[in-house]
């Protein structure tokens, strides 16, 4: 069950129409930009306790 916390950033990066804008802004960076950049250590926590939870059960 915890393996579907790996479908987050797919499913969170595969709609493009929901973050594709302009703003809100942050240090210059429009939110289509800093929306994706944020997806890379969410995705490398959610693969870290993926892997320790499947790790543990095994």
């Known amino acids: 069950m915890v393996r579907l916390l790996l479908l987050l950033p797919f499913i969170g990066l595969m709609i ?9 802004q942050l240090f210059g960076f429009p939110f289509f930009y800093w929306y994706q950049l944020a997806w890379v250590p969410l995705t490398s926590l959610l693969t870290w306790i993926v892997y320790r939870s499947v790790r543990r059960a095994d």
């Open 16 to 24: 493009v129409p929901f973050y594709n804008t302009r703003e809100p």
